[in-house]
């Protein structure tokens, strides 16, 4: 069956990106001139899912704003004559079909996929989470809906992290007969932000899920797991006793943009392939004391 919808999950609170966070959803933080959620739903628009649901919470308006019309600012930019910047604003709205849901309280990322059962309906459906920014030559959402039109089920898109790292994820067990050539894999089973000790491998779930509608009554039937909330992870691990679940190792650099360190190195890195920016960018970071002071040290 056919993927046309995208669920994106934005209603968390954003608490490691404080102070910025206090009075804007996480999702409109800048990335070099875009908000993050742009390049999400970017991603998804160029898989071919337009049909977009945005589950938010308290306090996301901006989020709503931004996809929406703004016939203020297109009849300004109109009569001062910037047609280039006009384009840019109306390519925003234009991109997709967007339909929002509530998740009144943040009781967990499951509970907020579950929020989108009835616009998403009985059908297959992608989920993006706006945290992770994926860099690719052929967009992860894309790499993933070509494998699913080969083995159909639920795929969860995977990558290799340090052992140190694994408490920050949902880890996966593959099935060891089920090695499906290089990147795809049969998944046994997974477990939320395991301790290094009881994590069954190295390899960490990336916001990008293609799951079965059953997972919502899978998800209905999940109590609180890690950190006291209703986990996906916890509801893909039901999905499993009835359900081929796929892991699929994709090709590409994701960014974790909730953490600083990392949105900082993205901006970096983004703003470096752009043609407008990056040159002029590339010769500033050479000229830096600080970082030239290191060079020579070396
Ligand atoms: C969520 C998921 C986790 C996944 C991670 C990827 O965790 O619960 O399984 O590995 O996203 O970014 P969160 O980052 O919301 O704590």
Redesign the pocket.
């Given at each position: 069956m056919k993927i046309r919808k995208a669920v994106f999950p934005a209603a968390?609170l954003g608490t490691r990106f404080l102070p910025a966070t206090k009075a804007q959803p996480k999702e409109m933080l800048t990335l070099v001139d875009k908000p993050i959620i742009q390049y999400v739903v970017e991603e998804a628009v160029q898989a071919g899912l337009d049909n977009i649901i945005l589950v938010t919470g308290r306090g996301k308006n901006a989020i709503e704003d931004h996809f929406d019309v703004s016939y203020e600012l297109e009849a300004i930019l109109t009569a001062r004559n910037k047609l280039d910047l006009l384009q840019q604003v109306r390519q925003i709205s234009d991109m997709i079909h967007v339909a929002y849901v509530r998740q009144k309280e943040a009781l967990g990322?499951g509970h907020a996929v579950l929020m989108a059962e009835t616009l998403v309906g009985e059908e297959p459906f992608a989920v993006f989470?706006g945290?992770?920014i994926i860099d690719a030559a052929v967009p992860c959402m894309k790499q993933m809906l070509d494998v699913y039109n080969t083995t159909g089920g639920s795929i969860l898109a995977v990558m290799e992290v340090e052992r140190e790292a694994v408490s920050?994820?949902?880890i996966i067990e593959i099935r060891k007969d089920a090695a499906n050539g290089g990147r795809v894999f049969r998944i046994r089973d997974m477990i939320?932000?395991p301790s290094p000790e009881d994590a069954p491998s190295r390899l960490?779930?990336?916001?990008r899920y293609i799951l079965s509608p059953a997972i919502f009554r899978a998800l209905e039937e999940t109590r609180p797991g890690a950190g006291g909330e209703i986990?996906?992870?916890d509801g893909i691990r039901h999905l499993l006793e009835t359900e081929r679940v796929y892991a699929f190792r994709f090709e590409g650099k994701r960014f974790?943009a909730?953490d600083k360190l990392e949105f900082l190195k993205a901006t970096v890195e983004f703003a470096l392939k752009r043609g407008d920016l990056g040159p002029a960018l590339r010769e500033y970071l050479r000229t830096l004391p600080c970082l030239n002071e290191k060079t020579s040290k070396s």
């Open positions: 968390g990322l989470l945290d992770d920050r994820y949902g939320e932000k960490a779930v990336i916001g986990q996906l992870t974790d909730g």
